[in-house]
């Protein structure tokens, strides 16, 4: 038979992870202020309204990236009296303050695409405009390769979101060089504004993407149903376990919180129930190190009122 519990993964420890967000979420503002000041400044030389999504944007991004920071920090805070789950859903809060600007943001820019369709104002300084975005678009390239790093490693939602945004803006600055580069050569007049829409309905869809992910953590979406599997296996691995039922899991942040009804021989002693728990708890924090574990031991064989009979009679997820 296997050894029980599991023998435990080894985690990177959880201060160094902690560094790692903070750092990422630094990087991202600073970076969103220098990309701003560049893209006004290139805006204001062409007039063109595809540099004016990209520039909208960017002041998305820093106001973004602040809530991201505030987010991320609140969320590190420990349990504390009034909030003893922990603070991991102020993150899932962060991400969904910037769906909204973004969500926002698409839709001023689609209005005043339809209102330059109608009346295209002439484009100024094209040259310098293609320049700048090329240099924000390497920048932003950087910049998603070291939040993909960050990401994987630390699990973040507010950093797993302001990288998906920024690889959307990398989209966005390339949609940009070709419209200004499409409008020098040719010199039709529409080019700026259909493209300017394009990269609004991009900014419309990224922010739901965004929205839909951080609200299955506000409202306690259970977690993946591979994870769940892995958790009842190792569970009724225990040879002491005669059954299960009534799992139920949900995140925050980086945390899992997972309970359920156990099954025991009703003649052992609470001492020897406690301890079959305590092993139980044991291996589970081995495989899923962030996560809490609350179990409520039963009889087997219990007829007991039971979530997953009430789910099974209701309609399929
Ligand atoms: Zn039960
Ligand atoms: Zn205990």
């Given at each position: 038979m296997e050894p029980y519990p599991a023998a435990p993964a080894s985690p990177a420890p959880a201060t160094q992870l902690d560094r790692l967000r903070r750092w990422s979420s630094y990087t991202s503002f600073l970076v969103a202020v220098l990309l701003a000041i560049a893209k006004i400044s290139a805006w204001f030389a062409t007039d063109s309204l595809s540099l004016l999504a990209t520039v909208v944007d960017a002041l998305v991004d820093i106001f973004a990236s602040l809530v991201t920071v505030l987010g991320v920090r609140f969320a590190q805070r420990p349990a504390d009296a009034t909030h003893r789950f922990g603070h991991g859903k102020a993150e899932s809060l962060a991400a969904l303050i910037q769906a909204l600007l973004l969500a926002g943001a698409s839709g001023v820019l689609v209005v005043d695409g339809i209102r330059r369709i109608m009346a295209p104002p002439p484009l100024t300084h094209l040259s310098f405009g293609l320049n700048v975005i090329a240099g924000c678009t390497v920048v932003t390239v950087l910049l998603v390769i070291f939040e993909s790093h960050v990401a994987r490693r630390t699990q973040s939602q507010a950093i797993a979101a302001d990288r998906s945004h920024h690889l959307s803006d990398v989209a966005a600055n390339l949609a940009v060089l070709l419209a200004l580069f499409l409008t020098r050569q040719?010199?039709?007049?529409h080019f700026d504004a259909l493209f300017a829409m394009a990269i609004a309905g991009a900014f419309g869809w990224s922010a739901f993407v965004i929205a839909r992910m951080a609200t299955d953590t506000l409202l306690d979406r259970e977690l993946s149903g591979e994870d769940r599997e892995r958790i009842s296996q190792l569970v009724l691995a225990?040879?002491?376990?005669r059954g299960m039922h009534d799992l139920r899991t949900r995140s925050a942040g980086q945390h899992q919180f997972i309970e359920f009804h156990l099954e025991l021989d009703?003649?052992?002693s609470v001492n020897e129930a406690h301890a079959i728990v305590d092993d139980i708890e044991r291996s589970l924090k081995a495989a899923l190190p962030y996560s809490e574990v609350i179990v409520h031991v039963e009889p087997e064989n219990i007829d007991d009122e039971r979530l997953d009979d009430r789910i099974r009679s209701g309609p399929d997820p």
């Open positions: 040719t010199g039709w007049p225990h040879p002491s376990a009703s003649k052992l």
